[in-house]
């Protein structure tokens, strides 16, 4: 069965630091990856999405970036964190009938 | 691009209450899902549904594709049904790419 993972789960960083967010898809062949993030009040916000490594679409943009260095394997990055940066950022990966399937999140907290 | 309005934005329920949750949306979709967001943030996949009738144990939904609406019905409630329920769609050619509501947020009291 197929299995998402997120890490950290929780990351309190200081204003102008940098982000790496790590997510990786275990029992699954070239899924869709994507990363959202909800911010305080419940909506979930897509922020990237691939649909093969190396391929990245922004749909917002911002103080962050995506890659994908590896088939299952999805990252998002910041060089210097704003306030406006804290939230909960969920990864998600989808099937061949685009249904996606989100992992655990990581909660950020920039200070 | 597409909307999603969910209703009502919060519903309280006594244990063993039935309830209706409504998703609308503005545009033809070729995609739709049910999520449940737990206390602790986890999104559980509910129903991928984008026609048609499901059910799972005490939940069940349908999507009316030509109206442009789902409704998430939940049956014998109980405390652990608590938390917010989001509808997410995807329309035209970008079927990858959910446009989520703002969510129905549930509690449930013993």
């Known amino acids: 069965s197929q299995t998402i993972h997120q890490w950290p789960a929780t990351l309190v960083q200081p204003v102008g630091s940098p982000l790496s967010l790590e997510c990786t898809v275990e029992?699954?062949?070239?899924?869709?990856l994507y990363w959202y993030r909800q911010a305080a009040g419940r909506g979930l916000q897509l922020l990237f999405y691939s649909v093969g490594i190396g391929q990245i679409s922004s749909e917002v943009p911002q103080n962050l970036s995506a890659s994908r260095p590896q088939d299952r394997q999805f990252i998002l990055s910041s060089k210097k964190l704003l306030l406006s940066d804290s939230g909960f950022y969920l990864c998600?990966?989808?099937?061949?009938?685009?249904?996606?399937?989100f992992g655990p999140g990581t909660r950020l907290t920039v200070t | 691009g597409i909307q999603v309005e969910q209703s009502p934005p919060d519903l309280i329920l006594q244990e063993g209450a039935n309830s209706t949750l409504r998703c609308n949306f503005s545009?033809?979709?070729?995609?739709l899902q049910w999520f449940h967001q737990n206390p602790w943030g986890q999104l559980i996949n509910l129903f991928y549904i984008p026609s048609g009738t499901k059910q799972n144990g005490r939940l069940s939904a349908t999507t009316v594709a030509t109206e442009r609406y789902s409704l998430l019905y939940i049956s014998s409630s109980q405390t652990t049904d608590s938390g917010v329920y989001f509808c997410?769609?995807?329309?035209?050619?970008?079927?990858?790419?959910?446009?989520f509501g703002k969510g129905t947020l549930l509690t449930v009291n013993p």
């Open positions: 997410a769609v995807a329309s035209g050619g970008s079927n990858y790419k959910l446009t």
């Open positions: 029992g699954t062949s070239n899924p869709n």
């Open positions: 545009d033809s979709v070729n995609n």
């Open positions: 998600a990966w989808g099937d061949l009938s685009y249904e996606q399937y």
